[in-house]
Every structure is written in C-alpha cells, then in structure tokens.
C-alpha cells in the first residue's frame, strides 16, 4: 500500500480528534458524532436476505452465502429470493412482507438487499418501520436502494449503508465487499480518491446523505425527499442519457437541493450516447459543475462508490469529515473522542483491485 | 375553487407568430412548411435567431436561446410564440426569463415535450392559459392538413375544443370538469419539488411520453402519486406513449396497464388512447381552462 496515504491517513485522523472536540462545543448536534447507529454485528449474527426490488434466483445467492459465512455470519434467505412476480421479486405485497418480516424479526441483526433494478420506492410506504425505528438494523444495498436511504434518513434519521448487495458478491472477498465486512465489524475506512481537475478544494463536515441519482430525484415532492441542508450530498448514476443527467442535476439544482450542501461527492457516473441526436455539448464533469458552480462548497470527483468496480460500502446518515486537496480526496467518518478505534493498516493480498482509497482497520 | 386563469387574446387576421427554439436544434427548411402555412392562415411569422441554428444538441447557448425567446416574450407586436421543437434545454432557461413585459402583453406560448416545463411555469407561476400543441416539424410532408395541425388553426382562432375518443377496454367511466393540466410525463415529473411544481387539485390532467423504459414511466407515476397528486384529481386523460423499451426482465405488463394500475385506487374517470402525443395524433388543448371529460359508450373532451 502506498505509504504516503497511509501518512497522511494517520495525520487526518489525529485532526478529526481535535475537529471532533470543536463540534462538540459548536452547536449543531447532528455533527457531535452521536448519531445513533444500528449496532454491529458479531460473529453468529444472522444476516437476512430479501428482494425489493428485481428478482433473484437461489442459485445466484452460491457466492452471497458462502462468503458470509466465511465471515462467520449466518444468513435467513427471504421469501422473496428465488420468486418473481412480473418484473419484481415478489408482488408489492410480497416484497412488503418480506422486508416486513426482515425488519421485526429480533434475531436478524441486519438486511442485505438482493438486488436493484427497480421496486424498491413501490414499498418504502407500505412498510411499518415502526419496529426498525425501536431496533435499528443496518440496511445494505444501492442504485434503487436508495429510495429505502432517502426514506429512512429523512423520516426516522438511522443511518444505513450504501454498499454492493447480494448479486455483487464474487467467490472472493473483493473491496467492495470487504468494505462491507469493516464497516458492519465496527472498523474504521478512510477512503481516498485521486486528484481529480474538476475537483473543488475545501473541507466540509457534515452528515453523508445520497445514492443513485435517479433515485435521489424519484423522492423530489415525497415526503422521502433528502434533505440536504448542511449535508454532504454523494450522488452515482449509470447509463443516462447526459440530457437526462442534465435534466436531472436541474431538478435538484431548481428544487434548491444544491444551494446549501457541506460538500459533493461524486462517484461513478457513466453516460450513454444518444445516436439520433447531436453531441451534448458538456462531459458529464461539466454538466455536474455547473449545477454548483455558484456555490463554494468542496468537490470530489471520482470517489469509488457506486456502479464501478471498487463500491465500497458508505455510511449513509453519519457525520463525515471531507477534505479535498491537490493530492486527492479524503474521506473519513466522524467519531466522538471516546469511541475512536486505533487506525492500523493491513496490507492487502489483493492489491490490484486496490484502484482507490485503502482500508485501514483496527487490530 | 379552481383559480381564475388568464386567457390570452386569441389571434385575428394579419397578427404575427414568433418561431423559436427555446431546446433542441432545428433545421431552418424543417419548419418552412409550418411558416408558409401559418401565412396561408393570415398570420404574418416571425422567425427567431434560435431556428435554423445549433450548438452541438442545443438550439443555441442557454444565453442566446434565453435572448430568443426573452426578445419574442417582450416585443408587443408578436401575438403567440410558436416553439418550433422540443428536445432537452427549457428547464436550463426558465428561471432566468423575465415575465413583466409578457404580464402587460400577454401572448399564446405554443407546443409540447420539453415545451411542457414552459406551460407549467405558465400555469402555475403567472396563471396564464398556453397552448399544447403541434410544433414545426408537425406541418411537413402532409401533416399541415391533418385533423392535428388544423386543431392548432381553430385554437389559436379562438375555437372551443371539442374532442370525441374511440372506447378503450381500460377506460373508467365517468365525468369529470375541472382545469387542464398536463403534457410530457417525464418533464411534468421533472417539475416536482420544483418551483414551478403544479398544483394538479381537482385538475383533469393528461399525459404522453415517448421511448422511454416501461420501469421509468412506473416509477414515474410512483413518484406524482408519492407526491400526492394522482390522488387530488378530477380525471386523467392518457395520450400516447410510443417507442416504449423494456429491460432483460420484462416488465409484464402492457403501457396501459401501468398506467390504470396506478390510479385503480381512485375514483375519477380515465379515458385512454386520447389523440396527444408524439407521433402524429397530437390534437391542440390548451392548457389551465376548464374542460368537461365524460367516459362511458361515448367518451369525449370538451372545453367549457
């Protein structure tokens, strides 16, 4: 691993030490490191599985449960794995149910989701979440997942976690599930992204909210809309149109979601390219930075979190410490003084996967 | 009560049409049929920097497009603005226009697709009346003698609308009057959560799309219900949607069916197959005055 990040890892952790003492003292509570979170999980705890959204066969789950038990978790396998209804995994009702069933069931300590595709905003209304907001659970998944994040962020304010799901689980641990693996053991990432041009330098702290941007912008005028005021907003999208990208950068820009952000993030964004149509006149860096050009947050481009290759998994709902420099992006959650783990660095057997960022976990 | 909407003069003998392209580019010779057309109807037309030019995708730069459509709004010897295209690019402009000048002068904003985000401004931010309707490209090779384009003629003449449907297996009967909203499905979603968000109460709304994935109309529809607008309407009228595309996993479910499954819970009337949309079936209705929909043997849209 690259010892000059380790580095300067370790100096930006001594920092949010000090940082954290100063947002104890400020006023704003959400930034005091005390956002409750789901508790971890231990070896033993069981993970359940459902689909909200697209379906998914029992064969595809061979990887999900074999790596999951390596990691000496147990796993219940919902209703929902292996039906399919339509396009989805199981009717409304069905999926409901099972992510009912999930959510209330005591002995499953947190829900990895299935899929994306598309279901997951049909439900998020259907469902009591009054059992979740007693016992809190780590939710884990992405791209339409991020209608369950929005909702839950914006109505209960839990946090979940923006991470790969069970149709992104390989034979081996790969970073985007590992990171999974650290983050529901309790283990620390600091997360670094490269330099990039479009970057804006700066350092922001505020509560890490977001996902797809699709589905950030399907919860505009919904009462599962983010809000964003003070936030750090991370955003990914795949496959778009730049037109609809534009389109869709507009509506948040247009319903005011840009103009009092900590900081943007921004991971894996791919376009396609209209063949009946004249070029977009802007890249897809440019159709984002001029949304936001008026403002004078910090920037970051290219974060590995997303639709791409090294999706490590994200605390949504918890306070982050951004910072962007000339070398590259830093990220890093907010921990109040007493419960900051020791940051120690593994080497990694697998370092050509490492594109981005490193894992420093404690020992 | 639905509000009061303004209705802007309707068009008399030697008045002028503006053309402009507030979005995508559009060829000059695309809309010369439209501009001798409009001039074999007595108007006189008026053609704007923005037709005939393009920046890459768009009609111009946001700034000459703004200028174009700016210059149309404020001159007081243009009686209606014709957009000549949609395309992607209006929402990009609409908050820096300026209305005063439209306010003491107000005129009849023309068209359709991307177009919609200037007919829910209108409707919503100004409370003007505007008209959806056929554009440019909707006059070439026979389409100036369409049923289509002529309902543009009757409407801008100041004709009441009167629409009769064919039945639909889908159709739930019923009669509705309320104002009319509506347009392209993917732009009125686009307003959501947005200044100019419309305000759909007792409105009969109707909508069309085209190539868009069966999954982004559902959750589209998902999204105006969430928002809590499908619930508040007096009826829906269902324009085409063509060109639709499908993912590896089937959706299961036809267009039609997408749609009726996402108001089965309400009780207004919904009539399907109404002639808006962005083929060359795409009557004139004109957008914020009250209409009267009545679905049963016969189904039938009228103004009031």
Known sequence: MNRKKFIKGLLATAGSTLLVNQLLAGTDPSLRGLVPQPPLLLPGDIIGITCPANPME???????????????????????????????????????????????????????FARGGYGAMRIVDRVDWSAFQQSPKWLVGFSDMTAIHCHVHTLFGIPTLHAEMASGFKQQETISTRSIRYLLSGNRIEYTAPAFGQNRKGTAQGILVGGNLSLICAMLGSKSELQTEGKILFIEEVNEFKYTLDRMMMSLKRSGKLSNLAGLIIGGVTATRADNEMTFPMSVEEIISEKVQEYNYPICFGFPAGHVPNNYALKLGVPHHLQIESTGSFLREIIAPSVVPPVQPIEDSTNNNLMFGHLPVNG | ???????????????????????????????????????????????????????????????????????????????????????????????????????????????????????????????????????????????????????????????????????HPLNRKGTARGLLLGGNLSLLVHQLGTASDINMKDAILFIEDISEYLYHIDRMLVQLNRAGKLKQLAGLVVGGFTDMKDTSTPFGKTIDEIIYASVQDYPFPVCFGFPVSHEKENMALKIGMPYEMRVGKTVTLKEI
Request: proline share 5%; charged share 25%; glycine share 8%.
């Open chain 1, 58 to 112: 029992l064969k595809e789950m061979l990887n999900t449960q074999r790596l999951l038990q390596m990691w000496g978790f147990k796993i219940c396998v919902g209703n929902t794995v292996g039906q399919q209804w339509e396009r989805f995994g199981g009717s409304d009702a069905e999926r409901t149910a099972d992510l009912q069933l999930m959510l209330n069931d005591p002995s499953i300590k947190a829900i990895l």
């Open chain 2, 1 to 167: 009560m639905p509000k009061k909407i303004k209705v802007p003069p309707y068009l008399k003998k030697n008045d002028t049409i503006a053309i402009v392209c507030p979005a995508g580019a559009m060829p000059a010779k695309k809309a010369a049929k439209c501009i001798e057309t409009l001039q074999q109807w007595g108007y006189h037309v008026k053609a704007g920097k923005t037709l005939g030019q393009h920046f890459h995708y768009f009609s111009g730069t946001d700034e000459q497009r703004l200028n174009d459509l700016q210059q149309m709004l404020d001159d007081p010897t243009v009686h209606a603005i014709l957009c000549g295209r949609g395309g992607y690019g209006t929402s990009r402009i609409i908050d820096k226009l300026d209305w005063k000048k439209f306010r003491k002068h107000p005129k009849w904003i023309i068209g359709f697709s991307d177009i919609t985000v200037l007919h829910s401004f209108l409707f919503t931010k100004l409370n003007y009346a505007s008209l959806h309707a056929p554009m440019a490209n909707a006059f070439n090779e026979d389409g100036w003698k369409s049923p289509y384009v002529f309902s543009l003629k009757n409407a801008l003449a100041g004709k009441k609308n009167r629409y009769k449907v064919a039945p």
